[in-house]
């Protein structure tokens, strides 16, 4: 079926800048954009539905590139246990932390996680989210695991968004394993992850690299196991230490290395050279109360893109709003709006792998936009949070889930 949307200003995140096309027009065929540009250049032709868009601003759809939001249980009171001052390192070492997190969730069955995980999908989705990665690592066991990662691809098929599944098997040591890193290890790269992937639950392969979590030495033993697997890799790196995360990542050509805010411009270098997107989670940095910024500057010199995403997890980003980032990322990291646009967007698309056919209005590239009631795109990131009026298309469909 063919469609015209026009009346319409269109962000097209080309290359990653806004690149404006005034009074716009696009053409969809199959759920893709088979044309887009000055309606004026719209050659006479015949629709089978027309969209009036009212003047509003369109982008492409937002993609969230980074959250684990299946979990069980929650973790207010470890919010409150921080506010009197116990850090996070601290309560994890102290058997909270993600292992809290991990005990709730495997006592949590199937329709129980998917149910609190599709309430926390649609409130990204009501604000103009088409594209969502989901990781597992709170499950550490083989059956959790894989749990998480149906509940994950559940919602792909029940909502209106295109879900990543990534599995973060190597997220924490589960309490079965304690003084036994290596050989929790040895379980993921030799059970946990050729099985899942074999069951073609995994997009991508994840690790927590971090002194509460594992060293360098295992995240690559990881790596080796995905590359064997066929299997992109991703990694939290260098979020409250600098451990060399991101000097790993670039090496196996990792699609994304994130938090990254004790990478050096040595690692953003690295990071140009293999092409990895430096993944921005300010939600995190924020509930953390950290101090150290990521080294945004090298990523602009050395050309890293820059993506942004909302982490949302019960722990250290309890984050309902991708726009809420945009405008944090803009506020703490000084980010432009125009970043951060590209952040949620083309450099999300990246830091999936999905730059291809996600992330711009490009033709070819599928019909997933938001047409926006703002009076210009700095408005996307201006507003701290609350809902923006907006027309939402998914496959060129328009959506209200
Ligand atoms: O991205 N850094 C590790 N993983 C999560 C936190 C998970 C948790 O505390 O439950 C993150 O911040
Ligand atoms: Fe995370």
């Known amino acids: 079926m063919t469609q015209l949307w026009h009346h319409c200003h269109a962000i097209t995140m080309a290359e990653g800048r806004y690149s404006l096309i005034t009074d716009a027009a696009l053409v969809i065929a199959d759920g893709r954009i088979d044309w887009i540009g000055k309606a004026d250049d719209l050659a006479e032709q015949d629709f089978e539905a027309i969209h009036d868009l009212g003047g509003r601003w369109l982008t492409p759809g937002l993609i969230d590139c980074h959250t684990h939001l299946v979990f069980g249980g929650d973790r ?29 969730t495997r006592e949590t069955d199937f329709e129980t996680l998917y149910a609190s995980a599709e309430a926390r999908a649609r409130v990204l989705l009501a604000e103009g989210v088409t594209t969502l990665e989901i990781k597992s690592g709170y499950g550490l066991d083989l059956d959790s695991e894989r749990r998480m990662l149906r509940v994950a691809r559940e919602l792909g098929k029940r909502l209106p968004v295109t879900v990543k599944t990534t599995c973060l098997a190597a997220h924490a040591l589960p309490p079965e394993y304690a003084g036994r890193s290596d050989d929790y290890i040895e379980r993921v790269c030799e059970t946990m992850l050729p099985t899942l992937a074999a069951e073609g639950w995994v997009d991508a392969v994840d690790g927590f ?193």
Request: with cysteine; hydrophobic share 45%.
């Open 209 to 401: 690299c971090e002194g509460i979590a594992f060293s360098p030495a295992q995240m690559r033993r990881v790596f080796e196991t995905a590359r064997r697997l066929g299997l992109p890799v991703k990694l939290h790196a260098e979020q409250l230490s600098h451990l060399g995360g991101c000097q790993l990542a670039a090496e196996f050509g990792a699609l994304s290395a994130d938090h990254v805010e004790y990478a050096n411009a040595d690692d953003a270098r690295a990071m140009a050279a293999s092409g990895t997107t430096a993944v921005l989670l300010p939600g995190a940095f924020l509930t953390l109360r950290e101090t150290q910024l990521p080294p945004i500057e090298a990523f602009r010199e050395h050309g890293v893109a820059m993506a942004l995403a909302s982490d949302l997890n019960p722990g250290t980003s309890p984050v309902l709003s991708l726009r809420l980032m945009m405008n944090l990322a803009c506020t703490l990291f000084r980010l432009t709006p125009e970043e951060a646009l590209a952040g949620v967007t083309l450099n999300a698309a990246r830091a999936l792998g999905i730059e291809a056919s996600h992330g711009s209005l490009e033709v070819g590239k599928v019909a997933d936009a938001v047409a926006w009631d703002v009076t210009g795109p700095a408005e996307l990131a201006y507003w701290l949070g609350g809902q923006l009026p907006s027309i939402r298309f998914y496959h060129g469909e328009q959506v209200s889930a």
């Open 76 to 104: 207010s009171g470890e919010f409150e246990q921080r506010l009197e001052g116990v850090d996070y390192e601290t309560i994890a070492r102290q058997g909270g932390g993600i292992v809290s997190s991990v005990r709730a």
